[in-house]
Structure formats: structure tokens, C-alpha cells
């Protein structure tokens, strides 16, 4: 079974609207960590946004939130206000075990969110 | 404050060539993590450092390996390379603490021929 699911291959937005981009996630530690990437054409990889298992408010950076429901384990990213420069490839990851680096950090597959003028 | 840094940006090689990839990490940061992103494959944990010492690997084979120098900083070496080695290879850094959050660098794109 996946750990990490993002059912959204690609996602078309128009600039200004807010965007949910959707993760599912699966383990059985209780302490793990959530984040989210996004990944340009370019290659690089730019920290998003990390939520905590034991988090009890949602995290969010700016534009970026993250609607975290632990029940359904669930980890959606949601962008406010949309803008031409968020077209890119989203990651949702999780690292698992209480920290340390662990195992490194299991990936989705990504969703590639193109926004339009 | 500078980021990850990797070098070289691109890399082409030939099959049963050997490829060295290198990174810096962020200053302060003592963990190295590798990753490999090849097509159709999503991003793979490939090697994690640590204070100089290798703390876990992911699925490869042993002729993944590297190792992490005393300035923290880190080198992949890939032996033997074959086709399905192609692909950017990604840097991580993180400081040594609970929230472990890794920056990544611009990545190094491998190519063999």
C-alpha cells in the first residue's frame, strides 16, 4: 500500500482562486510529520509548509495552509489567492518514527497544478 | 544565510562509468539526506548522514554509497552506472533536531548513455 497518495495528477486553477491540493497518508507510528513541497521546472525542491501528529492547530506560512485530519489522515494543502508563479509540482511527504531523520522522508506522486490567467 | 548548494548541475556518463555527485549543506546542518527522482519512479530516499556516518539507506544497491566529510558536506558515488541510473538526484539538509524539516538543493541531473 502507498504511504503517501495524491489522487490529483493535474489541477487547472484560475489565478486569484484558492486551491486544495489533496493528501492522504498511512502509518501506524504515532509520532510522524507532514510536509509540503513544491518542485518548479527547474528541479529544486522549496519547503511548503510541515504539520506535526501531535500538532493541534493547523499549520499555515503565508498563502500556504495545511488542513490536517488526523482521524482521516488526511494532510491537504491549500493555497490562498492563487497566482501565476504557484504553477508547479506539489509534494506531499511524511517522515515516520519520533525524529532523528528516521528513514528519510516517503513521497506522493505529486500533483502538477497549473494556474491560468 | 546560503542554501543546499549541489555540484555539478548536469552530468553525462556511459554505462559501467562511475558518477560522484556532491553537496553542501546548509550552514549549521548536520544531516545529509540523498534522494533520487527518476522518471515514472517519484522521489527516493536514497542515503541519510549524520555526523560523518551513514544512518540508513533506502531500496538501492550497494553500488549506491558516499559519504559525509567532516564539514558535514557529502558525496554520492554511483558505480558501475547503468540506464535506469538516469535521473536528478536531489540533496536534503537538516539540522540534528525534532522537527528535522530538510531543504533540498537544486539537484544534479545524471545522464548515461
Known amino acids: 500500500a502507498q504511504k503517501i497518495t495524491q489522487t490529483q495528477p493535474g489541477m487547472f486553477v484560475q489565478e486569484k482562486e484558492a486551491v486544495t491540493l489533496d493528501c492522504t497518508y498511512d502509518t501506524s507510528d504515532q509520532s510522524y510529520g507532514l510536509f509540503w513541497y513544491k518542485q518548479p521546472s527547474s528541479g529544486e525542491m522549496i519547503f511548503l509548509i510541515y504539520?506535526?501528529?501531535?500538532?493541534?492547530q493547523n499549520a499555515t506560512e503565508g498563502r500556504y495552509s495545511l488542513n490536517f485530519q488526523k482521524a482521516r489522515k488526511s494532510a491537504n494543502l491549500v493555497i490562498s489567492a492563487s497566482q501565476l508563479g504557484d504553477s508547479a509540482m506539489y509534494f506531499c511527504?511524511?517522515?515516520?518514527?519520533?525524529?532523528?531523520?528516521?528513514?528519510?522522508?516517503?513521497f506522493g506522486k505529486g500533483t502538477h497544478l497549473i494556474i491560468q490567467p | 544565510e546560503a542554501g543546499v548548494t549541489q555540484s555539478p548541475t548536469h552530468l553525462i556518463k556511459t554505462r559501467g562509468q562511475q558518477a560522484t555527485l556532491r553537496c553542501s549543506p546548509i550552514?549549521?546542518?548536520?544531516?545529509v539526506y540523498w534522494y533520487q527522482q527518476a522518471l515514472g519512479l517519484g522521489l527516493q530516499f536514497l542515503l541519510w548522514?549524520?555526523?560523518?556516518?551513514?544512518?540508513n539507506r533506502g531500496n538501492f544497491p550497494p553500488r549506491f554509497s558516499g559519504r559525509q566529510f567532516p564539514n558535514y558536506s557529502s558525496e554520492l558515488n554511483v558505480n558501475a552506472l547503468e540506464l535506469e541510473d538516469s535521473a536528478l538526484y536531489l540533496c536534503a539538509s537538516s539540522k540534528r533536531a525534532n522537527t528535522h524539516t530538510q531543504y533540498f538543493g537544486p539537484g544534479t541531473r545524471l545522464t548515461v548513455l
Open positions: 548522514y549524520d555526523e560523518g556516518e551513514e544512518r
Open positions: 504539520q506535526g501528529s501531535y500538532d493541534e
Open positions: 511527504a511524511m517522515r515516520e518514527g519520533s525524529g532523528g531523520g528516521a528513514d528519510g522522508l516517503t
Open positions: 550552514s549549521g546542518h548536520t544531516s
